[in-house]
Each structure stands twice: as C-alpha cells, then as structure tokens.
C-alpha cells in the first residue's frame, strides 16, 4: 500500500534472450505465479506474456519473449518480431544469458540488434543458471558482456532457485519511471484466461512429444463454459499440420492425449481453484503454419512472419 506521500512507480520490463535462457522461468519467479509456460526445450514461449509484480510503491509490469533465434519459418519471424516489439515498448531491458553458455554466437547477434533498439533505455544483464557453473567463471564472463555492450547493471541470477532475483527486483523497482500503477494491485496477468488454458496444454505436449512435432502443433481454446456447480467445461483444439501427428499425438489407444489431458486438467484446476472438465480434440489442419487466424489466437502478428 502507499500513501500520498509515496510516489508510485511503474513500468515494462522486457524479458529477452536466447531460446531456453530462462525467461518464462524469471517471469514466473517475479510474479510469484506460474504465468507462462516453461519447459527444457528450445523456443516454448511464442507470444509476449505479462506478469505483473510488486515491489514496494513501485509495479513491475514484466514481458517474457520469445526467444530471440535465427528464423526459418513464418512462425519463427513472427516469434522473433514480438520479442523485438516487446523490446521497443519496453522502459527497462533485461538481457538474460546462460551462465554455462556465455557470450554465444548468438547473444553477440542479440546485443548488435540491442544497440538499435534500445536507444538510451537501460539494459541490464542478469547471468541466469548460477547454479549449474563454478562461480569462479562468473568474474570473467561479467567482463567479457560489459566490454560487449554498457549495461546499466548485472546481475548473477538462478531463475529457478530464486536466487540474486531479491537485487535483481529492487533495482527495476528503482529503475522504472515515476507515474500510476497500470493495473489493479492484486491483478498477476495481462492474458485472456483462454489463453493462459491452451498454453497449459501445449506445455504437457512439448513436454511429452519428441523432437520437431510441439513446433508444428498449436492448441485453441474453443469454448469455455462456467458451470453452475463452480466447475468450469473447457473445450480445446490441437491442431496438427500432418497427418502422421495425428495418431502421434493420441498415443497407442489415446493414451498419450489422455495423458497429457490429464496433466493439463490437473494444472487448469489448481490455476483456477475450481474442478475443471477439460476435452481435447486432435485436427489436422496441413496449412495452420500459414493461416492468419491462427498466428491472432497465439497473440502475433501474422504480417510480422
Ligand atoms: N539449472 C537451472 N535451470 C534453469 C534456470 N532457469 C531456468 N532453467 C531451466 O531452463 C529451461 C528453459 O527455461 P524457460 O524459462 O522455458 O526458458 P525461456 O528463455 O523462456 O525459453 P523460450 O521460451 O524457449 O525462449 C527449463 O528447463 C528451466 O527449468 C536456473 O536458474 N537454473
Ligand atoms: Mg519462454
């Protein structure tokens, strides 16, 4: 709470990097929720994602990416377009490498685009996964990204443990302009609940399909229904863009799709606080990659691609 002589705060803080950086994970951890997805494979988050967190008199509006990539597809470009628009709209920019990885081919491209795009607003690094190296390499690889590009400040992060994250809060809490709050206090997502409902599923299928099959699969939310009895009928498409996914995704007598329902069902209901009674239904739709409502329901701009 703040009183009138507390000068609130508020501002974006866009979350960039390579795919797999850490970014959702971070997201999460500031919120306090579990906002958007996260999982151990490349290029999960497809849209910009907001979660929103307090700090003090200040609101931390934050925008997860998706991971910043060399594009091949339609898809891909326009991934990478949102990770660049969020960037653009952003008060505050937080670069996150892997500590193990360091300054990658990749991350170099990431801070040539940086320069432009940023202009004068602050960039901070935060050197995620301090857990999985020795801190001794930690010293150098600071130096080594403050000699590639000025960041404002850095910082030594474990995403997932929560770790350094404290400093890393304060610090945009101190960095974000002056002004109103841009959402009610209690409020944790800027993400229609039919959204956050299909990428809890898409989750449970990159979790639980191999190689390039969660790239060419998106899930919908069809028809949402809240039932007298509290509970709430959620109806979902996964659309597939080949006939062979098809049967892949329903598993030997559907037992994987029941699986990974089930997996969603469970996250829905716990996210919601009331039963859920969740249906999944397996399309094949060859062109869905190319199809203009398709990129709308994910949140991208299809002219981006
Ligand atoms: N060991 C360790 N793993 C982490 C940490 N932070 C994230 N991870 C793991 O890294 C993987 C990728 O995390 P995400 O948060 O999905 O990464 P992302 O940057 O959002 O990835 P994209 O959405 O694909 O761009 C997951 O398996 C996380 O559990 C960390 O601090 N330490
Ligand atoms: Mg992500």
């Known amino acids: 709470m703040t009183d009138d002589h507390t000068q609130t705060r508020a501002g974006f803080i866009a979350l960039i990097g390579e795919p797999n950086a850490g970014k959702s994970t971070l997201l999460n951890q500031m919120v306090g929720a579990k906002v958007s997805i996260v999982t ?33 597809r339609r898809l891909d470009r326009s991934m990478v377009a949102a990770a660049w628009g969020g960037v653009s709209d952003a008060d505050v920019i937080v670069l996150l490498i892997e500590a193990h990885r360091g300054l990658t081919d990749g991350v170099q491209q990431i801070l040539d685009n940086l320069r432009e795009t940023a202009g004068d607003r602050p960039a901070a690094l935060a050197i995620n996964k301090i857990d999985r190296v020795n801190p001794e390499i930690l010293l150098s690889l600071t130096q080594q990204m403050n000699e590639a590009y000025p960041f404002a400040q850095t910082f030594m992060i474990s995403a997932q ?39 809890i599923t898409r989750e449970k299928l990159t979790l639980r399909l191999h190689e390039e099959l969660p790239y060419q699969l998106t899930v919908e939310t069809e028809a949402w229904e809240d039932r007298k009895d509290g509970s709430a009928r959620i109806d979902q498409i996964v659309y597939v863009a080949r006939a062979g996914h098809k049967g892949i995704v329903l598993g030997h007598k559907g037992e994987t799709i029941r699986a990974v329902g089930k997996a969603a069902r469970e996250e829905l209901t ?8 969740l249906f999944l239904t397996v399309k094949l739709r060859e062109n869905w990659l190319n199809e203009a409502e398709r990129f709308t329901e994910m949140g991208l701009d299809f002219n981006d691609g």
């Open 40 to 72: 151990h494979k490349v290029q999960t988050t497809r849209a910009r994602i907001r979660g929103i967190a307090m700090e003090g008199a200040a609101q931390l509006v934050f925008v997860d990416t998706p991971g910043i990539f060399r594009p091949r």
């Open 270 to 277: 716990d996210f919601l606080g009331r039963p859920v009674h």
């Open 161 to 199: 443990k929560g770790r350094g994250t404290d400093a890393l809060r304060k610090y945009l809490a101190e960095t974000v302009p002056e002004g109103p709050w841009l959402y009610p206090e209690d409020q944790l997502a800027d993400l229609p609940m039919r959204m956050i409902a299909a990428e």
